[in-house]
Protein backbone atom coordinates (compact mmCIF):
# COMPACT_ATOMS: atom_id res chain seq x y z
CA UNK A 1 0.00 0.00 0.00
CA UNK A 2 2.65 2.74 -0.66
CA UNK A 3 0.55 4.47 -3.13
CA UNK A 4 -3.11 4.07 -2.35
CA UNK A 5 -3.70 6.91 -4.65
CA UNK A 6 -2.39 5.71 -7.91
CA UNK A 7 -4.20 2.19 -7.26
CA UNK A 8 -7.77 3.99 -7.38
CA UNK A 9 -7.14 6.22 -9.96
CA UNK A 10 -6.07 3.73 -11.90
CA UNK A 11 -9.03 1.65 -11.17
CA UNK A 12 -11.48 4.65 -11.77
CA UNK A 13 -9.93 4.69 -15.31
CA UNK A 14 -10.38 1.10 -16.13
CA UNK A 15 -13.64 1.11 -14.86
CA UNK A 16 -14.54 4.00 -16.77
CA UNK A 17 -13.11 2.67 -20.02
CA UNK A 18 -14.93 -0.86 -19.68
CA UNK A 19 -18.41 1.03 -18.78
CA UNK A 20 -17.99 2.96 -22.08
CA UNK A 21 -16.82 -0.16 -24.13
CA UNK A 22 -19.87 -2.08 -22.58
CA UNK A 23 -22.44 0.87 -23.84
CA UNK A 24 -20.93 0.90 -27.29
CA UNK A 25 -20.93 -2.40 -27.68
CA UNK A 26 -25.06 -2.07 -26.09
CA UNK A 27 -25.57 0.39 -28.60
CA UNK A 28 -24.34 -1.84 -31.20
CA UNK A 29 -26.43 -4.95 -30.57
CA UNK A 30 -29.54 -2.78 -29.93
CA UNK A 31 -29.32 -1.42 -33.57
CA UNK A 32 -26.75 -3.04 -35.79
CA UNK A 33 -25.60 0.70 -36.52
CA UNK A 34 -22.00 1.81 -36.01
CA UNK A 35 -22.08 5.04 -33.38
CA UNK A 36 -18.60 6.26 -34.89
CA UNK A 37 -19.81 6.69 -38.07
CA UNK A 38 -23.08 7.73 -36.63
CA UNK A 39 -21.47 10.59 -34.44
CA UNK A 40 -19.80 11.98 -38.22
CA UNK A 41 -22.80 11.31 -39.84
CA UNK A 42 -24.95 13.81 -37.20
CA UNK A 43 -22.91 16.20 -38.08
CA UNK A 44 -22.30 16.12 -42.22
CA UNK A 45 -26.87 16.02 -42.15
CA UNK A 46 -26.56 19.16 -39.93
CA UNK A 47 -28.09 17.94 -37.38
CA UNK A 48 -26.31 19.96 -35.10
CA UNK A 49 -27.35 23.46 -36.70
CA UNK A 50 -30.37 22.37 -34.27
CA UNK A 51 -29.71 20.18 -31.10
CA UNK A 52 -26.89 19.81 -29.41
CA UNK A 53 -25.43 16.43 -28.97
CA UNK A 54 -22.98 15.18 -26.29
CA UNK A 55 -19.59 14.62 -27.79
CA UNK A 56 -20.26 15.96 -31.08
CA UNK A 57 -17.87 18.98 -31.97
CA UNK A 58 -19.45 22.45 -32.25
CA UNK A 59 -22.94 21.63 -31.33
CA UNK A 60 -24.22 24.30 -29.40
CA UNK A 61 -27.63 24.67 -30.60
CA UNK A 62 -30.42 24.97 -28.26
CA UNK A 63 -33.16 25.64 -31.38
CA UNK A 64 -34.69 22.10 -30.67
CA UNK A 65 -34.47 19.97 -27.78
CA UNK A 66 -30.63 18.70 -26.77
CA UNK A 67 -30.12 15.19 -27.78
CA UNK A 68 -28.76 14.20 -24.15
CA UNK A 69 -29.68 10.96 -22.23
CA UNK A 70 -31.73 9.12 -25.16
CA UNK A 71 -31.01 6.21 -24.10
CA UNK A 72 -33.13 6.63 -20.72
CA UNK A 73 -36.10 8.31 -22.34
CA UNK A 74 -39.58 6.79 -23.04
CA UNK A 75 -40.60 8.47 -25.25
CA UNK A 76 -38.94 10.46 -28.42
CA UNK A 77 -40.66 13.45 -30.00
CA UNK A 78 -42.91 13.59 -26.95
CA UNK A 79 -45.02 10.81 -29.07
CA UNK A 80 -43.05 7.59 -29.91
CA UNK A 81 -41.93 5.09 -27.52
CA UNK A 82 -37.78 4.80 -27.32
CA UNK A 83 -37.28 1.98 -29.20
CA UNK A 84 -33.95 1.73 -31.95
CA UNK A 85 -36.97 1.53 -34.72
CA UNK A 86 -38.99 4.13 -33.80
CA UNK A 87 -35.91 6.34 -33.09
CA UNK A 88 -34.59 5.12 -36.96
CA UNK A 89 -37.96 5.95 -38.24
CA UNK A 90 -38.25 9.37 -36.50
CA UNK A 91 -34.64 10.34 -37.85
CA UNK A 92 -35.33 9.67 -41.38
CA UNK A 93 -39.24 10.39 -41.42
CA UNK A 94 -39.88 13.02 -38.68
CA UNK A 95 -43.14 14.61 -40.65
CA UNK A 96 -44.41 11.19 -41.68
CA UNK A 97 -44.87 10.55 -37.67
CA UNK A 98 -45.86 14.14 -37.25
CA UNK A 99 -46.50 16.65 -39.97
CA UNK A 100 -46.36 19.61 -37.84
CA UNK A 101 -42.96 18.83 -36.61
CA UNK A 102 -40.43 21.62 -36.72
CA UNK A 103 -37.48 18.66 -37.68
CA UNK A 104 -36.80 18.47 -41.58
CA UNK A 105 -37.09 15.04 -43.84
CA UNK A 106 -33.20 15.11 -44.51
CA UNK A 107 -33.50 11.88 -47.17
CA UNK A 108 -31.53 10.24 -44.38
CA UNK A 109 -30.06 6.94 -45.79
CA UNK A 110 -31.37 3.49 -43.91
CA UNK A 111 -27.62 2.99 -42.37
CA UNK A 112 -26.69 6.73 -42.00
CA UNK A 113 -29.88 6.57 -39.81
CA UNK A 114 -28.87 3.60 -37.98
CA UNK A 115 -25.62 4.44 -37.46
CA UNK A 116 -27.29 8.03 -35.74
CA UNK A 117 -29.19 5.83 -33.21
CA UNK A 118 -26.46 3.71 -32.36
CA UNK A 119 -24.16 6.59 -31.49
CA UNK A 120 -27.47 8.41 -29.50
CA UNK A 121 -27.79 5.81 -27.55
CA UNK A 122 -23.83 6.03 -26.38
CA UNK A 123 -24.09 9.57 -25.87
CA UNK A 124 -25.40 11.17 -22.23
C1 LIG B 1 -34.41 22.57 -38.29
C2 LIG B 1 -34.04 22.04 -36.97
C3 LIG B 1 -33.76 20.54 -36.85
C4 LIG B 1 -32.83 19.79 -37.53
C5 LIG B 1 -31.87 20.23 -38.62
C6 LIG B 1 -32.90 18.46 -36.93
N1 LIG B 1 -33.85 18.41 -35.96
FE1 LIG B 1 -34.22 16.84 -34.70
N2 LIG B 1 -35.72 17.89 -33.84
C7 LIG B 1 -36.04 19.19 -34.13
C8 LIG B 1 -37.18 19.60 -33.31
C9 LIG B 1 -37.88 20.96 -33.35
C10 LIG B 1 -37.47 18.48 -32.49
C11 LIG B 1 -38.60 18.36 -31.46
C12 LIG B 1 -39.63 17.66 -32.27
C13 LIG B 1 -40.95 17.48 -31.71
O1 LIG B 1 -41.09 17.21 -30.49
O2 LIG B 1 -41.86 17.55 -32.57
C14 LIG B 1 -36.53 17.43 -32.86
C15 LIG B 1 -36.50 16.18 -32.24
C16 LIG B 1 -35.52 15.24 -32.46
C17 LIG B 1 -35.41 14.00 -31.75
C18 LIG B 1 -36.29 13.57 -30.58
C19 LIG B 1 -35.71 14.23 -29.35
C20 LIG B 1 -36.47 14.01 -28.10
O3 LIG B 1 -36.11 14.71 -27.12
O4 LIG B 1 -37.38 13.20 -28.01
C21 LIG B 1 -34.34 13.33 -32.26
C22 LIG B 1 -33.79 12.00 -31.80
C23 LIG B 1 -33.81 14.16 -33.33
N3 LIG B 1 -34.56 15.31 -33.42
C24 LIG B 1 -32.74 13.80 -34.10
C25 LIG B 1 -32.28 14.57 -35.17
C26 LIG B 1 -31.27 14.13 -36.09
C27 LIG B 1 -30.53 12.81 -36.00
C28 LIG B 1 -31.10 15.11 -37.02
C29 LIG B 1 -30.21 15.14 -38.24
C30 LIG B 1 -30.47 14.06 -39.21
C31 LIG B 1 -32.01 16.19 -36.66
N4 LIG B 1 -32.71 15.82 -35.54
C32 LIG B 1 -32.12 17.39 -37.34
C33 LIG B 1 -35.43 20.03 -35.03
C34 LIG B 1 -34.41 19.66 -35.89
Same mark, same amino acid.
Given at each position: ?????????????????????????? %?????? +????????????? +????????????? %?????????????????? !????????????????????????? !??????????? !???? !????????
Amino acid at each position: MKHPITKCGLIAVLTLSACSDKASKQ %SRLLTN +GNPDRGKTALTSY +GCVACHTIPGVYG %SNSLTAPPLIGISQRSYL !AGMLENTPDNLRSWIQHPRKVNPHT !AMPEQGVTDQD !ALDM !AAYLYTAR
